[in-house]
Every structure is written in structure tokens, then in C-alpha cells.
């Protein structure tokens, strides 16, 4: 989903980060992790087998597999107690192609350790994670933050709050038909944004709650092209150039039968969500945003696993233009396509070569547009590239590499941790 810019730049990196070690580690159906599958294998990683358990007691950590001795993070993640460095390569074209995000992760036990779900299976209960970060890019964009997230375990009620100052500088592309030109300008913003959410998840499978973003803006125009004195530039400047508040509620639904939070080799995960910001919760914006994501992952066999990822935006009523849905592809820098409506289709197939070794390759179509009407006017936005993964921790499938990817204008490398298609 497209995010107010500070939240979806720095926050997005460093607390989607803590919220799926939580999620992956101690998460709704993760269970202790068994020794016997192999570092090829494609099947679930995360099972139950009896007698075996994260360890309890401090010892020291291997950087080696209990299989194939290959280099593994695995037994530091299921003993990780206390601090846990975790830096992170920012490559966002839209950031200056280059930075990196250095974040301080604490990690709490939880109290119960184990204990059953709806089915009667043995599942981690959930720690208490709490970070601080702080990131830089080449383009001068930098910020702070911390977050924290945990379980009310009585009722099942999941919940996170994360905080953080932001000075990003992002460019703008507008068409302009008149002149047959596409002109960009560079703004600033400096935000202060806060996030809170809470989500209960039911019968392993589904999930509900809610997501409250506020955020202090001011938003100022640092450069332009040479069309500087072009109208419309004067009048966006005019409208953005001040302090604004942003206060958003946001209701969400879930499903999710995904094998695995990081790279999935199976299973579905659809989310349906609505952003209403309001002069009632106290925003200088009214309008509302709705959106569906579907990720899909199947097998086809063993070594070739085939994914698809379909989402659809539409934002109603009068948002900041930092708000519009975006279109969001590797290859494709950030906020470089807008509209009301944004539309999007990405398909990526992955294929184990040898023992822990990926190729990953990728393409996608998507459009963006004001109305459906102009649907069929509207260009083609399309990415196309390729990669690597290496199955870095295997008791939990974790997979790291890195993809290149080509858009209409322009491409980009990144650093992946887990899927190209991580979200929140």
C-alpha cells in the first residue's frame, strides 16, 4: 500500500523488519524447527518435532549448519537473548540508488514459551521486540526511529508502536500534455510520524485489526527542472508548501496460509484494508483509500517454486499528492508513477540450481491512472530482471540475495531479505 512518504521510507524499512522476526521467530504457527530437512529442500521448514526446543541456556553461537556445515544464521536467531545488530543496504533508486539503515534490535522471552493452538499443536508464544534505528542515503535523506511490539497474551491481541523523525528529499514526476513533456521537481519533508496498530489472529489463518498513523508534515520544494515557471508547479508549490497533520485510521482483514513469512515456497496471503483520514482524527486531509493485495505461492515441483502478486488501489476525495497510490516495482524508482488509481500485476518464478543456491527471475505490468475512464490512455508501466538467493538460516527458510531490475526509465539493485515483495 502506498504510505505517507517519511512512514513508507524509513519506518516501512525498520519496523516491517522487527514486526517479521516476530512473526517469523515466535509467530502464529511457527514451531520448533527440525534438523532433518535438508538444505536443498523446498518442503516446510517450520515443524513441531518432539523433544526438540530452542535452547534455554546460554552457549555459544555456530555460524555453521548442523547438516551440510555451510555458513547459517540459524542457531543465532533461535538463541538470540538480548541485542541483536541488524544492519540493512538501502538501494531505492528514488533515494539516491545507495544507503544503508543500522538498527539495534532487543529481544525479550516470552514468558510462555510454548503453548497450543486452536488445532491443539505446540506453538512458540511471541517475545517482546524492541529497536532503535537509524539510516542514511546518497541523496542526503536521513532518519531515526524506534519501535516496539508485543502480545497481550490473554486475549490474543497483537500490537506495535514505532515513532521516528524523517528529512527524505524524493523527486515528483507529473505529465504535462499541453507541452507533450514530463516535468519533475524535488521536494523535501521532514516528518514526524507515529504509528500504532493492534491485530488478533484467528484460527491460524485469519487475522483483524487496526492501523493509526499520525504524522507531522512540512513538506517544502527543493529544486525543479527547467519549467520552473510552469503553472502548475506554481500552484503545487503553493498548496505544499506549509505544515500539515496527517491522522489516519485504518480497519484491516487478513489471510494468510503462507508455509513460510520470509520465502514461501506454498500458500496465499491476501490482505483487504481502508485508510480514512479525517478532520474528525484531527488530519488537515479528508479522503479515503481503499486497496486489495493477493500474494500467491505453489510449488510446481521440487526445485521451482512460481509466485504472482495482484494489487489494486483507488483513493477518493482530496489528498496531499504525496498520498496518491503509487506504483510500486523493482526496476521502477518510488512515487515515479502516481494516480488515483493504481493497478498492478507481477509475477516471479524461483528456481534451486544447487544445495542452498536461487535463481530468481521477474516481471510485471501495472498501470496508474485518475479514473477508469482513462484506463486504456493510461501507459504501461512494466519491470523485468533477475537474481539470487541463498538460503542463509535454513531451519527457518530464510532466504537472502539480491535482484536487479530494469523499469521503462530507469533500474536499480536490491538487497532482498526474505521476498521482493515484503510488506507489512
Request: charged residues 20%.
Amino acid at each position: 500500500m502506498s504510505k505517507i512518504i517519511s512512514v513508507k521510507v524509513f519506518g516501512s524499512i525498520f519496523f516491517i523488519l522487527l514486526l517479521n522476526i516476530q512473526n517469523q521467530l515466535y509467530g502464529q504457527g511457527a514451531t520448533v524447527l527440525q534438523d532433518s530437512i535438508k538444505p536443498d529442500s523446498t518442503e516446510l521448514i517450520i515443524t513441531w518435532q518432539d523433544g526438540v526446543k530452542p535452547d534455554t541456556e546460554k552457549h555459544k553461537v555456530s555460524f555453521k549448519d548442523s547438516l551440510d556445515g555451510q555458513f547459517d544464521l540459524s542457531d543465532l536467531l533461535i538463541n538470540a537473548h538480548g541485542f541483536v545488530p541488524v544492519p540493512v543496504l538501502i538501494t531505492e533508486p528514488a533515494l539516491g540508488g545507495i544507503g544503508g539503515l543500522l538498527a539495534g534490535v532487543f529481544m525479550q522471552p516470552p514468558a510462555q514459551r510454548v503453548k497450543m493452538n486452536h488445532k491443539g499443536h505446540p506453538i512458540l508464544g511471541r517475545p517482546t521486540i524492541m529497536g532503535v534505528g537509524a539510516m542514511y542515503t546518497a541523496n542526503n535523506s536521513w532518519g531515526v526511529g524506534g519501535g516496539y511490539t508485543g502480545e497481550w497474551d490473554k486475549i490474543g491481541l497483537i500490537y506495535s508502536v514505532a515513532a521516528a523523525y524523517a528529512d527524505v528529499n524524493m523527486d515528483f514526476y507529473r505529465e504535462l500534455p499541453l507541452l507533450n513533456k514530463e516535468a519533475h521537481a524535488t521536494f523535501n519533508f521532514r516528518a514526524v510520524p507515529v504509528y500504532l496498530s493492534a491485530r488478533k489472529t484467528f484460527l491460524d489463518y485469519f487475522g483483524a485489526g487496526l492501523k493509526y498513523v499520525f504524522c507531522y508534515m512540512d513538506v517544502t520544494l527543493s529544486d525543479k527542472d527547467t519549467l520552473q515557471g510552469h503553472y502548475y508547479f506554481n500552484q503545487l508549490v503553493e498548496k505544499v508548501e506549509s505544515k500539515k497533520i496527517i491522522s489516519r485510521l485504518t480497519p484491516i482483514l487478513t489471510f494468510d496460509s503462507r508455509d513460510n513469512i520470509f520465502s514461501p515456497n506454498n500458500g496465499i496471503r491476501i490482505d483487504v484494508q481502508m485508510d480514512w483520514s479525517n478532520k474528525v482524527l484531527g488530519s488537515d486531509f479528508n479522503y479515503i483509500q481503499a486497496g486489495a493485495e493477493g500474494y500467491g505461492y505453489w510449488q510446481v515441483f521440487k526445485p521451482w517454486v512460481a509466485s504472482l502478486r495482484l494489487e489494486w488501489e483507488q483513493i477518493f476525495n482530496n489528498p496531499a499528492f504525496y498520498m496518491l497510490p503509487e506504483i510500486q516495482l523493482r526496476g521502477v524508482p518510488a512515487y515515479r508513477y502516481q494516480g488515483n488509481i493504481t493497478t498492478l500485476a507481477e509475477t516471479e518464478q524461483r528456481v534451486n540450481i544447487y544445495k542452498r543456491w536461487w535463481l530468481v527471475a521477474f516481471g510485471g505490468l501495472a498501470k496508474a491512472f485518475d479514473s477508469y475512464s482513462d484506463f486504456s490512455d493510461a501507459d504501461w508501466v512494466y519491470n523485468y530482471g533477475g537474481g539470487f538467493r541463498y538460503l542463509i538460516a535454513r531451519k527457518f527458510g530464510l532466504q537472502m540475495g539480491a535482484d536487479v531490475g530494469f523499469g521503462p526509465s530507469d533500474w536499480g539493485v536490491y538487497v532482498v531479505f526474505g521476498s521482493g515483495w515484503l510488506r507489512d
